[in-house]
């Protein structure tokens, strides 16, 4: 399987060998259901119920390792979007989120939609590493 990566197309193994991941069975399925659609945002349950439909048997307990290493290589970015609801993000880049709270989905707002200001200065010692803004939403009640 092979994937885009800032325009050049490298296999799953390679990308796994440049982050610092060994390229096990495991890590490669998971990263070829992570990655083969493009952008997409994904919960540690939803992705070892596609793990099982697509045949593939893993425990939920490698499933949750594997994006936590994804997720320290710069593979993946996480989403909280509720105290214990974690998402996890093929796209690193600066952005933020929508979360549809009926539908307990995820999905990027456009880049540019969103202007952070007046961010506290950070305590000594420290930088601020990231801002993540989530924006929940619902119908609307009549």
């Known amino acids: 399987m092979s994937i885009s990566n800032e325009g050049q197309n490298i296999s799953l193994e390679e990308r796994l060998r440049s982050a610092g991941l060994r390229p096990t069975r495991?890590?490669?399925a998971l990263a070829d259901l992570l990655f083969a659609a493009g952008?997409?945002?994904?919960?540690a349950e939803a992705l070892h119920e596609e793990a099982q439909n697509a045949g593939f048997s893993?425990?939920?307990a490698t499933v949750y390792n594997t994006l936590h290493?994804?997720?320290d290589a710069?593979?993946?970015r996480i989403v909280?979007?509720?105290?214990?609801?974690?998402?996890?993000?093929?796209n690193v880049s600066d952005h933020h989120h929508f979360f549809f709270e009926e539908d307990e989905k995820v999905f990027?707002?456009?880049s540019g939609g969103v202007e952070v200001r007046n961010l506290p200065e950070p305590p000594e010692g420290t930088e601020i590493a990231n801002v993540d803004i989530?924006?929940?939403l619902r119908r609307k009640r009549h």
């Not at 952008?39 to 919960?43: A, G, L, Q, T």
């Not at 909280?80 to 093929?90: H, K, L, N, W």
């Open 74 to 76: 710069g593979m993946l």
């Open 58 to 60: 893993v425990s939920l």
């Open 108 to 110: 990027d707002i456009p």
């Open 69 to 71: 290493q994804f997720t």
């Open 80 to 90: 909280q979007v509720e105290g214990a609801r974690t998402y996890f993000d093929t």
């Open 39 to 43: 952008d997409r945002h994904v919960s």
């Open 26 to 28: 495991q890590r490669v």
């Open 134 to 136: 989530v924006v929940r």
